[in-house]
């Protein structure tokens, strides 16, 4: 069993950066592939970025590739996003996942999700 928490997020304006972590626990935690997915009001959710558990592959959706960052944290439980050069369209509520056997690269059927943290960019 595996719990994701997010936290990090909040208000920003437009052009600002934030930084959302998630904090996986659970004992038989290992070796997973995480990543970020958004949704924003009255939209489906979306691919935002996915990373390898070795932090070695990672993919980003076309629209935030070159602003977001994926990494992940020092003892490898945890994964960052890095948000710079932030737009209205990013406000969403983020949410974090956790996969065994696959980099997480757009669709949504993966194996954990965390409840979710939500960014406000305002104009």
């Known amino acids: 069993q595996v719990q994701l928490v997010e936290s990090g997020g909040g208000l920003v304006q437009a052009g600002g950066s934030l930084r959302l972590s998630c904090a996986a626990s659970?004992?038989?935690?290992?070796?997973?592939?995480m990543g970020w997915f958004r949704q924003a009001p009255g939209k489906e959710r979306e691919f935002v970025a996915g990373i390898s558990w070795s932090g070695i592959t990672t993919y980003y959706a076309a629209s935030v590739k070159g602003r977001f960052t994926i990494s992940r944290g020092n003892a490898k439980n945890t994964v960052n996003l890095q948000m710079n050069s932030l737009k209205p369209e990013d406000t969403a509520v983020y949410y974090c996942i956790a996969d065994k056997d696959r980099v997480p690269k757009g669709g949504t059927s993966y194996d954990y999700w965390g409840q979710g943290s939500q960014v406000t960019v305002s104009s």
């Open positions: 659970g004992r038989t935690f290992n070796n997973y592939h």
